[in-house]
C-alpha cells in the first residue's frame, strides 16, 4: 500500500501562483510514476501532469507552459508549480502514484481544494 498526502491549496486571484506538495508513505519503492489529477463536479478526473522514476514528464493541453511537476523521490514527494493560474483551473487536485511493475495500482491521495477568483 502507499498512501499520499497533498498539501498547498487554496485561494489566488487569476495570474496568481500555488504550489501543491504531496508526500508518500508505504511501500514507495514500488512507485513508478507520480502525478496530479484535478476533478471539478459533473466532470471525470483529468490529467494536469505526471513525472515517470526517470524524470520524463507530461501535461495536459491546458496546464502546458503554466503548470511544471517535479519530484524528489529521495523524500518521497511530488510537487506541481502553479503560475499564471485561470478560472478555469479552479477544482479539487489529486496525488497520483502508480506502483507495481506486472499489474500497476493506482493510489490517490485525499486531494485539496485550488480556487481562483477572478
Known amino acids: 500500500q502507499v498512501q499520499l498526502v497533498e498539501s498547498g491549496g487554496g485561494l489566488v486571484q487569476a495570474g496568481g501562483s500555488l504550489r501543491l506538495s504531496c508526500v508518500a508513505a508505504?511501500?514507495?519503492?514500488?512507485?513508478?510514476?507520480m502525478g496530479w489529477y484535478r476533478q471539478v463536479p459533473g466532470n471525470q478526473r483529468e490529467l494536469v501532469a505526471d513525472?515517470?522514476?526517470?524524470?520524463?514528464?507530461n501535461y495536459g493541453d491546458s496546464v502546458m507552459g503554466r503548470f511544471t511537476i517535479s519530484r524528489d523521490s529521495a523524500k518521497n514527494m511530488v510537487y506541481l508549480q502553479m503560475n499564471s493560474l485561470k478560472p478555469e483551473d479552479t477544482a479539487v487536485y489529486y496525488c497520483?502514484?502508480?506502483?507495481?511493475?506486472?499489474?500497476?495500482?493506482?493510489?490517490w491521495g485525499q486531494g485539496t481544494q485550488v480556487t481562483v477568483s477572478s
Open positions: 508505504g511501500r514507495t519503492w514500488s512507485i513508478n510514476a
Open positions: 513525472i515517470s522514476s526517470g524524470g520524463s514528464t
Open positions: 497520483n502514484a502508480r506502483a507495481g511493475q506486472m499489474r500497476p495500482t493506482d493510489y
